[in-house]
């Protein structure tokens, strides 16, 4: 979501109707872009919304320094070439391997 489409609120409102706009962003999962002398300065999210853009920030992260691992991706080449090749594994004998 662009920011210009979020709500905004300034910190003297913000200060007047904490209660509510906890209870409604909460209630959402939404977030409030909040002002100081009109310039945008915070952003204000539910505990929930957090947790999933947390979450999905250190997965991106794990698969940059996945894809940035040369060794990493010359393994995955050799696999891939393997399943081309006929050479792989079903995901039944796989998951029985695993124990799942």
């Known amino acids: 979501m662009n920011i210009l489409e979020m709500p905004f609120v300034g910190t003297y409102q913000l200060r007047k109707d904490l209660p509510l706009l906890l209870k409604s962003i909460s209630k959402k999962r ?3 872009v909040v ?13 929930k919304r957090y947790l999933e853009l947390k979450t999905l920030a250190e997965e991106l992260e794990e698969v940059v320094r996945e894809m940035t691992d040369k060794k990493y991706l010359k393994s995955l080449l050799t696999e891939r070439k393997e399943i081309k090749a006929g050479k792989g594994k079903t995901a039944s004998d796989f998951f029985k391997e695993l124990g799942v």
């Open 30 to 32: 939404g977030q409030v």
């Open 35 to 47: 002002t100081q002398k009109g310039k945008p300065a915070a952003m204000l999210m539910s505990l």
